[in-house]
């Protein structure tokens, strides 16, 4: 079985704070993906970043940066100086390897950054 | 290049009608995924497509629902009868093997 935790389920910043959204994660796979999405007011569900298991290196991308523990069976997700147009409804997601493409989904965390 | 496109993007009906989805993936990707997204139950996978062929459905409802995949590039969900409790954001993904997902941007879905 797998499962996603993102316990965080409401935060709210004020414009240019830094902000982490936390995820951590079940699974027996040894080989697994796991994924953040965005989905902001207007619905659509937008790919942030995909990680596999074997590639603990945290990433950086512009003001996004993800750090992978395995230790910790987690999957942060930071966002720094945040923006308004970062409000949205943020899914960590995970692909066991046995699952044959089923993605499990987080319950999503809401994050409202004010002006 | 397109991303996965659905249609329609909103759809109302009346409890006992049919309802149509359909998906377009992105050229070149080889899976096709739908979910159905509630407020109750969140992101949930209905059903998955490999090289047009289905490989697991065990997340399909009941057996009013049905999909198919008739070629690389087109997909439907087929709900018949619709009932209230399907009202319901459904997304279209595809992506190039399992674990890659690109969604669509979601058809919502209202049964009166």
């Known amino acids: 079985a797998q499962k996603v935790t993102q316990a965080q389920t409401e935060i709210s910043v004020v414009e240019k704070e830094d902000v982490t959204l936390d995820c951590v994660y079940e699974?027996?796979?040894?080989?697994?993906?796991l994924f953040w999405y965005k989905q902001p007011p207007s619905g659509e569900l937008v790919f942030l970043i995909r990680r596999n298991s074997f590639d603990e290196q945290n990433e950086i991308s512009g003001r996004y940066s993800w750090n992978f523990q395995k230790s910790t069976s987690s999957f942060n997700f930071t966002i720094t100086a945040s923006q308004v147009v970062d409000s949205a409804v943020y899914f960590c997601?995970?692909?066991?390897?046995?699952?044959?493409?089923?993605?499990?989904f987080g319950q999503g965390t809401i994050l409202t950054v004010h002006p | 290049d397109a991303g996965v496109i659905q249609s329609p993007r909103h759809e109302v009906t009346e409890m006992g009608q049919e309802v149509t989805l359909r998906c377009k993936p992105i050229?070149?990707?080889?899976?096709l995924f739908w979910y159905r997204q509630t407020m109750m139950r969140g992101l949930e996978l209905l059903i998955y497509f490999n090289n047009n062929v289905p490989i697991d459905d065990s997340g399909m409802p009941e057996d009013r629902f049905s999909a198919k995949m008739p070629n690389a590039s087109f997909s439907t969900l087929k709900i018949q009868p619709s009932e209230p409790r399907d009202s319901a954001v459904y997304f279209c993904?595809?992506?190039?093997?399992?674990?890659?997902?690109?969604f669509g941007p979601g058809t919502r879905l209202t049964v009166l």
């Open positions: 997601a995970l692909i066991g390897g046995t699952s044959y493409g089923k993605l499990t």
């Open positions: 050229s070149g990707h080889n899976s």
């Open positions: 993904a595809s992506g190039r093997g399992v674990f890659e997902q690109f």
């Open positions: 699974t027996r796979d040894t080989t697994y993906y």
